[in-house]
């Protein structure tokens, strides 16, 4: 138990549904991610909040809008996802999101996604 | 920009050792991250390394080199349930962790 918590776990959509994924944790951390993980392929960070405010959004498409109602609360909002979208969806969370080097993230388990 | 490059794949018998490698290349350097993943699980936090030389954490070890733009993860008295993968990581500038693509390791009796 790493204290952020994602749910569903699995989720299979259609490219016309919209769906969420949500992502809580319990550390008291004041900054928030969504990371996309494919096969293979590193870790794409996707979105960073701080504080609530969004401080990164890296060059990821609308149909993936993200949201932050406070600091332990992470929500991805989907809709009109393409088969390619398919991975797996990570939250992690730290301390505070800056330029100080040991900014250690702890990870969600994930949330594994099939687009059809 | 950022790169990070370690082995896709690794093999290893319980009870021995497996160094697993990673280079990186950064606009500026603010330490190296390693991270154990599980398949199916979170990633968890192993080390940081920030400064050159080797740094002991029971069965695992992390060593660095900055002049060379080196990391590796040394993994002691293998144990069965060490089989996961492996990513190395660089902060890539405010908020940003880069991350390699990981390296499997898989452990055999």
């Known amino acids: 138990e790493t204290g952020v918590t994602q749910t569903p776990r699995h989720l299979v959509m259609g490219m016309t549904n919209k769906k969420s994924l949500k992502c809580e944790q319990h550390l008291g951390h004041n900054a928030m991610y969504w990371y996309k993980q494919s096969a293979k392929k590193p870790l794409e960070l996707m979105f960073v909040y701080n504080f609530k405010e969004q401080t990164e959004n890296n060059s990821v498409p609308s149909r993936f809008s993200p949201e932050c109602p406070n600091s332990s609360h992470l929500f991805l909002h989907l809709h009109t996802l393409q088969p390619e979208d398919s991975a797996l969806y990570l939250c992690?969370?730290?301390?505070?999101?800056?330029?100080?080097?040991?900014?250690?993230?702890?990870f969600g388990a994930g949330t594994r996604l099939s687009v059809l | 920009g950022q790169n990070i490059d370690q082995p896709t794949e690794m093999t290893a018998t319980e009870g021995a050792i497996v160094q697993i490698n990673c280079t990186y290349q950064?606009?500026?350097?603010?330490?190296l991250f390693w991270y154990q993943q599980h398949a199916g699980e979170a990633p968890t936090f192993l080390s940081y390394?920030?400064?050159?030389g080797l740094e002991e954490k029971g069965r695992f070890s992390s060593f660095l080199s900055r002049s060379k733009g080196y990391s590796y993860l040394l993994l002691k008295e293998l144990q069965m349930k060490d089989s996961a993968s492996y990513l190395c990581a660089v902060p890539g500038g405010y908020n940003k962790l880069i991350f390699g693509a990981g390296t499997r390791l898989a452990v055999h009796p």
């Open positions: 950064t606009s500026g350097f603010n330490g």
């Open positions: 992690a969370s730290s301390q505070e999101a800056a330029a100080l080097a040991k900014n250690i993230q702890y």
């Open positions: 390394n920030v400064l050159d």
